[in-house]
């Protein structure tokens, strides 16, 4: 019991923040030239947000959906879609290391070397 209800209140919390997540991705990559968001701190928070959104769409797809017995025929008809699952699982988990550790180094580097941030970030 204490597990579905767990699993519910999770399934709730998804639900309403992948609007949300949705939402904001959204507005960054429609503002991505816009002179207040055109930077590489704004660039590495899109690319991490559109990594979470797969990471969170896949968790669901490849994991919860058939832990609850949801298209269970889809599912076992073939080992391909559990192989799927995991390549997007470890590959979102990497790329959401990276990005957190790219914004970590990013929000350093203008506290501690504001004179040369532009030098250092925008060169590309």
Known sequence: VTEMVVGNF??????????????????????????SMNNVYFQIY???????LI???NNYVGSIFPSRGWFLGF???????????????????FGQEFTTFLISVNRASAIMLPLKYDRLWNQY
């Open 10 to 35: 999770f399934m709730v919390i998804v639900a309403c923040s992948l609007p949300v997540n949705i939402m904001v991705t959204s507005v960054l990559y429609k503002n991505r030239n816009h002179h």
């Open 46 to 52: 899109l690319v991490g947000s559109i990594i979470d």
């Open 55 to 57: 990471a969170m769409i």
């Open 75 to 93: 599912y076992l008809d073939s080992t391909l879609t559990g192989k799927i699952f995991l390549i997007f699982a470890w590959s979102t988990r």
